[in-house]
Nanobody, 124 residues
């Protein structure tokens, strides 16, 4: 079992930055691929970024490429999402997810564990 707790969300002006953190419990964090997803009101949950267990491979949605960076520190059981140049359309609840497999994917159905989410609001 892996439990995930996100933090770092908040209100920021357009052009600003936030860093989300997701702390995982469980001794097998290092063998799990991790992902960040988001869901805006009235919309489906969408992929944002993902990282393999070894951090050698990362994946990004086109809408965030060049602005967001996913990283992980397996010694701290933590995955991060650095968000720069934020836009109002980035407003959503951001969820951290873990996949009981080493390879990351972009499909939320492939992920086995989810955090409770953290709200990110970008004002124009």
């Amino acid at each position: 079992q892996v439990q995930l707790v996100e933090s770092g969300g908040g209100l920021v002006q357009a052009g600003g930055s936030l860093r989300l953190s997701c702390v995982a419990s469980g001794r097998t964090f290092g063998s799990h691929a991790m992902g960040w997803f988001r869901q805006a009101p009235g919309k489906e949950r969408e992929f944002v970024a993902a990282i393999s267990w070894s951090a050698t491979r990362t994946y990004y949605a086109d809408s965030v490429k060049g602005r967001f960076t996913i990283s992980r520190d397996n010694a701290k059981n933590t995955v991060y999402l650095q968000m720069n140049s934020l836009k109002p359309e980035d407003t959503a609840v951001y969820y951290c997810a873990a996949r009981a497999y080493t390879i990351a994917t972009i499909d939320p159905k492939d992920y086995d564990y989810w955090g409770q989410g953290t709200q990110v609001t970008v004002s124009s």
